[in-house]
């Protein structure tokens, strides 16, 4: 069977969006026989080319739009699976690559599914593992028509190590295309900063048990007291108590910190799957039945400033004994 | 220019308790205690239909906005709410029992299509980007695609030029903020907005003024489809439903006050780890 991952080289999280596919590979049964590597780049191609689970035996570089959407990358792709008909193809679990690998599905009488955790491929077609119900259940689906695009699911992965691949086979595809009809103008705004969220070491997550928006303030200061990065569940960002960037869970960032305190989180399934693969989670909250007590390594039942700015005390009082 | 909204009303699956997560013989989660709610993204893309009307005076029947749902009569409760906050019709279509279309959104694509093609043409058509029981985030694209339209996805506001009847999408990727002006027809798929977090509510009166208009029902027949048509070989198969659970030992600190739990946390699990 042949195998495509495709990817966009120029994201800056172009290296954790291929571990994504890592693990997805690691937790899979395909039987590949050969693996392309089919890479969206713009102007210059990247030194460090991501190492995978399998063996790479050939890569198509392909021209990216200065636009980057779907729209404009599919006709691309399209012709690329004429050159080489995979049966499977991998996106990564960003908004483009969940884009791209359903509308492709489509346009290749194919069949596709998004968020996959795992897959294997038998007699009886594709069959894949996702979360349903807000994470609550696992389902199996099986996908009969082939190709099979699928997205694998976002876990909040390291970068991948990287690797040389100058012995293999390499192709470049620059053909263009033209802007669609109905696009009449665009402007494209990058943040000058990416979130520092993603590679956190330390989260401080906080939930609606922060109560306002003065207090998430306040909340910010001790995350940094305690040298870490402050996440927050949906309904805090969607208050605006802080910004969007902040926000963990399935809509938002899934972190993999060394220690991850939550305060003030009721442990909704939707926001844990932003937290679960956290080294260390801590919970603090008043009530004592809250879900996230069970999602969690350790946790106090009590109010969560009052024992944050204690352990921020703790923090204080070893960095001036020189302990570490 | 019409504008139509498609939504679901989604279990509220907070209220599952531990017990009540058990797929039947036929994979099905019975979910019928819990209460219904509507999921954020469809809250939002809602809502930002209502900020287009409020942004600019519109003549009589210059802009249309309907909201339609596919499933069981509880979902009712939203439509009378959509007319009460003033849009101009809501529409019920009721799929025949025997079809599962939680993880088949190319059925609820095609259904979709049929409305628009049969029933009542749109110019642009909004939905949110997920919902929480299948998970599946490909609805709003298997439509674009069955209608040869556009799609963008991860909208987070939208306004209509009243004059040339384009639309401003703003919408954010994992990597940058794109702003496109485009023309209709299209099909938007509304993400994360902190424009428009929630729907707004509607006050009594409109409650009363909204309760005058009945809602359009319709069968997959009324819209000329056969239901083999909704199973096809590119849809997905369920074909297991297990019980995920994500637990962790949860040993609770105990103290006196707060700043002795905190220092016995410190001490025992966070010193070195932190500061």
């Known amino acids: 069977m042949k195998i495509a991952l495709i990817l966009d080289a120029d994201s800056p999280s172009f290296l954790q969006q291929a571990q994504e596919i890592n693990r997805f590979l690691q937790q899979s049964h395909l039987a590949a026989s050969e693996v392309a590597l089919w890479l969206f780049h713009r102007n210059s191609q990247p030194d460090g080319l991501p190492q995978f689970d399998c063996p790479i035996t050939q890569i198509q570089w392909l021209k990216s739009p ?37 509308r492709l599905a489509f346009r290749l009488n194919g069949a596709s599914c998004l968020g996959v955790i795992s897959g294997q491929m038998n007699e009886n077609g594709c069959q894949v593992e996702k979360s349903v119900y807000g994470n609550n259940m696992l389902a199996t689906l099986t996908l009969q028509a082939t190709p099979c695009c699928l997205a694998v699911a976002r ?18 595809i620059l053909t263009e295309v033209e802007a669609p009809t109905w696009l009449a ?7 000058e900063q990416q979130p520092l969220l993603n590679r956190a070491e330390r989260v401080l997550a906080i939930g609606q048990g922060a109560g306002n928006s003065q207090n998430v303030q306040r909340l910010n200061e001790i995350a940094q007291a305690l040298g870490a990065q402050l996440g927050v569940s949906r309904p805090v960002a969607m208050n605006a108590w802080s910004s969007m ?80 | 220019m019409k504008i139509l909204l498609g939504f679901k009303a989604s279990p509220d699956l907070s209220m599952m308790a531990e017990k009540d997560w058990q797929a039947d013989d036929s994979l099905h989660i019975d979910v019928s205690f819990t209460q219904t709610m509507l999921n954020c993204f469809d809250e939002s893309a809602a809502e930002l239909m209502l900020m287009v009307r409020d942004r600019a005076v519109w003549q009589e029947g210059e802009l249309n906005l309907s909201a339609l749902t596919i499933g069981e009569s509880r979902s009712e ?55 929480s029981e299948g998970h599946n985030m490909q609805t709003a694209m298997l439509l674009a695609e069955l209608l040869n339209w556009p799609c963008i996805t991860q909208v987070c506001d939208f306004r209509v030029i009243r004059e040339s009847k384009q639309v401003i999408v703003i919408r954010q990727t994992e990597d940058e903020q794109q702003t496109l002006t485009i023309n209709t027809p299209a099909v938007l798929a509304v993400g994360n907005s902190t424009q428009a977090s929630a729907l707004r509510v509607p006050t009594l009166k409109q409650k009363l003024a909204g309760a005058k208009n009945s809602i359009h029902r319709y ?3 009324d819209l000329g489809l056969a239901p083999q048509e909704l199973q096809q070989k590119n849809d997905k198969q369920l074909t297991k439903l297990t019980r995920q659970q994500n637990r962790r030992a949860g040993v609770i600190i105990t103290g006196g006050t707060p700043q002795e739990k905190a220092r016995r946390l410190y001490h025992d699990y966070l010193q070195g780890r932190l500061g």
Not at chain 1, 185 to 191: A, L, R
Not at chain 1, 289 to 304: E, K, L, P, R, T
Request: net charge negative; with cysteine.
């Open chain 2, 219 to 221: 069968s997959l027949d």
């Open chain 2, 77 to 131: 409760h939203y439509l009378k709410q959509i007319y009460a906050l003033g849009f101009q019709s809501a529409i019920r279509i009721d799929p025949t029992a025997s079809i599962d279309l939680r993880f088949n959104p190319l059925a609820i694509a095609k259904v979709m299509q049929a409305y628009h093609q049969q029933i009542e043409q749109q110019s642009l058509i909004v939905l949110g980007m997920q919902s």
């Open chain 1, 185 to 191: 103008e665009h402007q494209i705004s990058i943040p």
């Open chain 1, 155 to 172: 876990q909040g992965s390291a970068a991948a190590s990287t690797r040389d691949y100058q012995s293999i086979e390499q192709q470049l």
């Open chain 1, 66 to 102: 200065e636009l980057l959407l779907a729209d404009l990358v599919l006709p691309l792709l399209e012709r690329v699976h004429q050159i080489y008909p995979a049966e499977l193809l991998l996106f990564s679990g960003c908004s483009l690559g969940n884009e791209l690998a359903t």
């Open chain 1, 245 to 324: 960037s902040t926000m963990l869970g399935m809509s938002g960032a899934l972190v993999a910190p060394e220690v991850c305190i939550t305060a003030g989180v009721s442990g909704a399934a939707a926001f844990s799957v932003g937290i679960r693969h956290s080294k260390l989670i801590v919970a603090i909250n008043t009530d004592p039945d809250a879900a996230i007590f069970s999602q969690a390594d350790v946790g106090i039942i009590d109010d969560m400033n009052a024992v944050l700015e204690a352990l921020v005390a703790c923090v204080q009082q070893s960095n001036i004994r020189g302990v570490p």
